[in-house]
């Protein structure tokens, strides 16, 4: 049973127990293996390194059985752990046996949170060689990654901040000007996509004055001149369309609430869907697809 404490007067349940336990890496029972391939990875290895140069910052969950522990959460710490030669390690001690719980959400740093965070470690103290050894990565990752936003505007850093953007993308977001930047960052986040080679589609229908440097040739592989020319007018004029489209939305959606809520309404009245499916057939059907859209979302499949 889940422990309970107060919190501003209230009673909650208690994922955890207010002390940890300090254990003999031989005293945890790991509930699944490690694969070969897994102990050869990336992941694994800035694990290992980042145990070994700071140590263990977040510790591996454990819950209680017959005099062992269970591990719950924190597999490959633990074999980190074990791989610089390490006995023991401080738990926390789940008062919840099930490690589902632990698995359910993972959360992955964004390239920009990543970029802030380096500069908080630095601003510190932290040198980049510590971070660069921590992280298994070369000194230079570390300080491209320092200057990633250098020359990207604010506004759009902000858009980008929670988004798993390529790192290779923000070179080319750097070619733009900020409200071109800007507009890239939008269209990036409408689309659901940030890799390098979309922000270079988007850099070659770039207009050359909204360029930092407009006398710089683009060159983009696959593209010449005449085909950079063309993308920009078409970019323009999909740019105009989407502007329109965005005027007119809020009106377009409420006319179309009213427009489904009215033929609901007329569609129960069991003598005009009788005329209706006695006479229009094909209109009955298409009100009734409208009439019973769960949203508007749905719009394209009932036209």
């Given at each position: 049973m889940l422990k309970k404490t107060k919190v501003q007067g209230r009673e909650v349940k208690a994922g955890f127990d207010h002390v940890t336990v300090h254990l003999k890496l031989d005293q945890i029972a790991p509930i699944k293996t490690i694969a070969p391939a897994v102990r050869t990875s990336r992941k694994f290895l800035q694990i290992v390194a980042s145990v070994k140069e700071v140590g263990i910052i977040e510790p591996p969950v454990v819950t209680p059985d017959k005099g062992h522990y269970i591990l719950l959460d924190g597999h490959l710490r633990i074999e980190a752990l074990k791989e610089i030669g390490e006995t023991e390690v401080t738990c926390l001690v789940s008062t919840d046996d099930e490690a589902f719980t632990y698995n359910k959400h993972i959360n992955r740093l964004s390239t920009v949170q990543e970029h802030r965070m380096i500069l908080r470690a630095v601003e510190r103290g932290v040198s980049e060689e510590k971070i660069a050894k921590a992280l298994n990565v070369d000194i230079?990752?570390?300080?491209?990654?320092?200057?990633?936003?250098?020359?990207?505007?604010?506004?759009?850093?902000?858009?980008?901040?929670?988004?798993?953007?390529?790192?290779?993308?923000?070179?080319?977001?750097?070619?733009?000007?900020?409200?071109?930047?800007?507009?890239?960052?939008?269209?990036?986040?409408?689309?659901?996509?940030?890799?390098?080679?979309?922000?270079?589609?988007?850099?070659?229908?770039?207009?050359?004055?909204?360029?930092?440097?407009?006398?710089?040739?683009?060159?983009?592989?696959?593209?010449?001149?005449?085909?950079?020319?063309?993308?920009?007018?078409?970019?323009?004029?999909?740019?105009?369309?989407?502007?329109?489209?965005?005027?007119?939305?809020?009106?377009?959606?409420?006319?179309?609430?009213?427009?489904?809520?009215?033929l609901a309404t007329l569609l129960g009245n069991a003598r005009i869907a009788k005329y209706l499916g006695q006479h229009h057939g094909e209109i009955l059907t298409q009100f009734q697809k409208i009439a019973d859209m769960a949203s508007l979302g749905n719009a394209k499949e009932a036209a």
């Open positions: 230079s990752s570390i300080n491209r990654k320092r200057n990633l936003l250098g020359g990207i505007c604010r506004e759009a850093a902000e858009l980008l901040k929670d988004k798993m953007v390529a790192a290779a993308t923000f070179p080319i977001l750097k070619r733009m000007q900020p409200y071109r930047q800007i507009e890239v960052a939008t269209l990036m986040n409408d689309s659901g996509i940030y890799s390098s080679s979309y922000a270079s589609a988007l850099l070659a229908a770039t207009p050359k004055d909204s360029l930092v440097d407009p006398g710089k040739p683009k060159r983009i592989k696959g593209l010449d001149e005449e085909k950079m020319a063309r993308m920009e007018s078409e970019m323009a004029s999909l740019q105009r369309e989407y502007s329109l489209i965005e005027e007119n939305y809020g009106a377009d959606v409420l006319n179309l609430t009213l427009a489904k809520g009215y």
